[in-house]
């Protein structure tokens, strides 16, 4: 059985740092792209950044850019998230997914996803 499980969020201070993990148990995750999503109270769920197969141009969405970086870990098992200069916005549940797929991430679709995990709070406020 895969799973998918975030780990890493918290209370943070307005610039702060966390790093999220999304850990698979079942599969390796080499052989999938990688999102992040995220859902704050009230509003839609928004991608945050992608890793396809092969770890090609990365992607994020303009909010986050130049703030956050997704990697693959040596284990194959982890894709991590480390998030800097964190915002009051940035607050959300974040919630990692698996597709598996060559496509870039730009052209994968929700309904591509066949894992997802149940998500981890990050809140930023002093």
């Known amino acids: 059985q895969v799973q998918l499980v975030e780990s890493g969020g918290g209370l943070v201070q307005p610039g702060g740092s966390l790093r999220l993990s999304c850990t698979a148990s079942?599969?390796?995750?080499?052989?999938?792209?990688i999102t992040w999503f995220r859902q704050a109270p009230g509003k839609e769920r928004e991608g945050v950044s992608c890793?396809?197969?092969?770890?090609?141009?990365?992607w994020y969405v303009d909010s986050v850019g130049g703030r956050f970086t997704v990697s693959r870990e040596n284990a194959e098992r982890t894709v991590s998230l480390a998030m800097n200069s964190l915002r009051p916005e940035d607050t959300a549940v974040y919630s990692c997914?698996?597709?598996?797929?060559?496509?870039?991430?730009?052209?994968?679709?929700?309904?591509?996803?066949?894992?997802w995990g149940q998500g981890t709070q990050v809140t930023v406020s002093s």
């Open positions: 997914a698996a597709a598996r797929t060559t496509k870039y991430c730009g052209f994968i679709r929700e309904h591509e996803y066949q894992y």
């Open positions: 079942g599969v390796s995750l080499d052989d999938y792209a």
């Open positions: 890793l396809s197969v092969g770890n090609v141009r990365p």
